[in-house]
């Protein structure tokens, strides 16, 4: 489930961000957001993590964490509105799931 998890994640291009639930529906597996979160927690940072994001664009990391992913997605182009990234701009489409 993982693997699948984190092969989803990335093929998010930089500039672009997925909600952890895009991502298990994307890797086939519908329904497990809060795994596709266990997945990243456990990439030890080989995958783009700061693209992954909480239903409606909301970063949730706490603290210095959160302001590292903010930072990070600013750097590449993305846009917050709110306090929340501007999904209508910058959220990924994946094409087609894991089977």
């Known amino acids: ?8 994640v990335r093929r998010i291009p ?3 961000v997925a909600t952890y639930g895009a991502v298990a529906q994307a890797a086939g597996f519908p329904g497990a957001a809060r795994q596709a979160a266990w997945a990243l927690r456990d990439s030890e940072g080989r995958l783009p993590w700061h693209r992954v994001l909480a239903a409606g664009g909301r970063i949730a990391l706490p603290g210095s964490a959160g302001m590292e992913q903010r930072v990070r997605l600013e750097f590449e182009g993305v846009r917050f509105r709110s306090g929340r990234v501007w999904m209508a701009q910058h959220e ?4 087609n799931h894991a089977r």
């Open 14 to 16: 930089k500039g672009k």
């Open 92 to 95: 990924f489409h994946f094409r």
């Open 1 to 8: 489930m993982f693997i699948k998890m984190r092969a989803a």
